[in-house]
């Protein structure tokens, strides 16, 4: 799988807040809960879109 492919599975926290319609509080309390699948890049989370999706 490319890297670029690969990158577009994984989005932001301020695109996840964006995409399911939920506070960031929220994703915090799902990533902290295990419900998210997530990667820590330095500061920043990144969250599977496909998990993200699935909690709409």
């Known amino acids: ?4 492919k690969e990158n577009k599975n994984w989005i932001s926290s301020k695109d996840a807040i964006k995409i399911a319609k939920i506070k960031s509080c929220d ?3 799902y990533r ?3 419900k998210l699948k997530f990667e820590k890049r330095g ?7 496909e998990s993200i999706e699935n909690i709409k």
Request: aromatic residues 18%.
């Open 1 to 4: 799988m490319s890297l670029e």
């Open 32 to 34: 902290v809960q295990g």
């Open 27 to 29: 994703l915090m309390h």
């Open 43 to 49: 500061n920043a989370y990144f969250y599977s879109k």
